[in-house]
């Protein structure tokens, strides 16, 4: 049988939380997939999990891995050489894909060497907050990444396994000042042929560790399988796709107004007058 999509699920030490992720990924659309749990020396909880995973769809493999180097990067290079999908697409083991996520990755892939759709991320409380704006069809936003930061967690983004064999490293140990999907998507930018795209509409979920400080491992995977069930509803995704347009709108709004007023400040500041003062005779100049 053919293998369109490759989902690969990086794991180390979020146990429990890897059977919501590992269910949505199983939930998707399309069926023709395989999927790569990749341990990174994990808890005997996740070796259950994916033991029992594997005995009841066997397009589950798990890659039970001691602790590698940072975040176990090699362990992922391995994994895909064993890869047949059309395409690669990551899920983090503590977040959650929509039913549709890996067909639309598809769909951009179809054109593309690598794509993501809307970073989204669910604080707790439920409160929805976008991740910055980005469009790779744009060179700045392109460009921001390969040289500034990242604005695309591992969960929204994909690419075909052929860019991956054509690159010059696989995954490998990120530097200490970088975040390992941060250094991939870097070293796949940089790459000149590459052609990349991005999709504005919701397909995952980000359940960010950082907001979770103070949470253990049993209240986040309450949270988790509460979203889980939520998704499963269809009803329920045409309400949250509208939610997330109007939170888009929103935060995009109130970026706006802050920059406006960066943009007073600056205007009104002392050196700027002085600029002005300056550029004042060299305009009159030019203009004769």
């Known amino acids: 049988m053919s293998v369109r999509a490759t989902v690969v699920i990086p794991t180390f030490d979020h146990g429990p939380l890897l059977e919501y ?46 602790k590698g180097a940072r975040r176990g990067e090699e362990h992922r290079h391995r994994a895909l050489a064993e890869a047949s999908g059309q395409v690669v697409c990551y899920l983090a083991d503590d977040d959650l894909w929509l039913p549709h996520h890996v067909e639309t990755m598809l769909g951009l ?53 052929d860019l991956y064999r054509r690159l010059p490293h696989g995954w490998r140990p990120a530097p200490g000042h970088l975040h390992s999907d941060h250094y991939m998507w870097q070293q796949i930018l940089a790459q000149p042929w590459c052609r990349a795209a991005s999709s504005q509409r919701p397909t995952a979920i980000n359940f960010g560790s950082r907001p979770r400080r103070s949470m253990s491992l049993e209240q986040r995977g309450a949270e988790m399988r509460r979203w889980l069930d939520m998704i499963g509803d269809a009803a329920w995704r045409g309400r949250f796709e509208l939610d997330v347009l109007e939170c888009v709108a929103r935060t995009r709004a109130a970026e706006w107004v802050v920059r406006q007023q960066q943009l007073d ?11 002005e003062a300056l550029r004042r005779p060299l305009r009159a100049f030019r203009r004769r």
Do not use: K
């Not at 990924?25 to 995973?53: H, Y």
């Not at 976008?130 to 930061?149: H, K, N, Q, S, T």
């Not at 400040?265 to 600029?275: I, K, V």
């Open 109 to 161: 892939l179809a054109d593309h060497d690598f794509a993501n759709t809307l970073p989204l991320s669910v604080y707790p409380g439920d409160e929805l907050r976008p991740g910055p704006a980005v469009d790779l069809a744009l060179p700045f936003d392109r460009e921001f990444i390969v040289e500034r930061g990242n604005r695309i967690p591992n969960a929204f983004a994909g690419h075909t396994l």
């Open 265 to 275: 400040a600056l205007y009104a500041s002392a050196w700027w007058r002085l600029g």
């Open 21 to 66: 992720s590992l269910a949505s990924a199983l939930a998707q659309s399309i069926t023709d997939m395989e999927v790569f749990i990749v341990g990174d020396g994990v808890p005997d909880v996740t070796r259950e999990i994916a033991a029992r995973a594997r005995s009841e769809d066997r397009r589950v493999r798990f890659f039970d891995n001691p």
